[in-house]
């Protein structure tokens, strides 16, 4: 996409990333990790395929009401627990303690699978080195998301690190851009946002002025309601170099 915002296209001052869904791949390898929990706590009492289609249908009510998501995603271990439990009821069980624990157990599986996209560390690690100012702009709950910031290290390149659940406001809730320009000394004339979702990261960016940035992993391109035209869509981080 041809950038209408040629002052900071190539010569950034500041570049804000999202983390999951841009730098960290949260899709790949899910469905596997939900089937072994369904199947490692089967206690007979329903078939583990369906049980994986009931649980996925139920992901998509629980993340699809934004207050829900809201409050799902500060307490993604309880979000789990009740889109299992749901699923349960559904197949007619009521058995919540192994409801809870396949929810429990799915969680504990991602925190450990859960990697970067292709290339997204060396980029990152790149910017850095070119003196960029970097900030990490990430919804989600304090001790998850600490937990991956600390994993991969990001500490040592960002300079400044918003997470929701320690900030105490989210995306798209535009104060948190305005604190990553103060923390950066950036305009949004001079910085870019980097982002999967275009509701929290592309339509405050655009409305501020930065230049967005969307990452479009599996290149469906721009819906027709998008609620904000990007500058420039990219498949993976890496395309920024």
């Known amino acids: 996409m041809t950038s209408n915002m040629n002052h900071n296209h190539a010569t950034p001052r500041a570049i804000f990333f999202d983390l999951d869904g841009t730098i960290l791949d949260w899709q790949t390898g899910m469905e596997d990790t939900w089937l072994a929990s369904i199947e490692k706590h089967n206690d007979g009492s329903y078939d583990s395929l369906k049980m994986q289609e009931l649980v996925r249908k139920r992901r998509e009510w629980f993340w699809d009401d934004p207050e829900r998501a809201k409050t ?28 809870h624990r396949i929810g429990e157990y799915y969680r504990e599986q991602r925190r450990e699978l859960i990697a970067p996209y292709p290339g997204a560390m060396e980029t990152i690690a790149a910017f850095h080195e070119r003196g960029v100012r970097l900030a990490l702009l990430t919804n989600g709950e304090a001790a998850n998301q600490r937990g991956s910031v600390e994993k991969l290290r990001l500490e040592s390149y960002f300079d400044c690190i918003i997470i929701e659940g320690e900030f105490g406001i989210g995306k798209p809730d535009e104060r948190v851009f305005r604190h990553a320009l103060e923390a950066t000394s950036s305009t949004p004339e001079t910085a870019w946002m980097v982002g999967d979702d275009l509701d929290a990261d592309i339509l405050p960016a655009v409305a501020l002025g930065l230049h967005a940035v969307w990452v479009d992993e599996a290149g469906a391109g721009l819906p027709d309601d998008a609620p904000a035209r990007p500058n420039r869509i990219v498949r993976l981080i890496s395309e920024l170099l």
Not at 83 to 97: K, M, N, P
């Open 72 to 99: 799902g995603r500060l307490d993604l271990t309880e979000a789990c627990r009740v889109i299992v439990r749901h699923a349960f009821e559904d197949a007619g069980l009521t058995a919540a303690g192994v409801a």
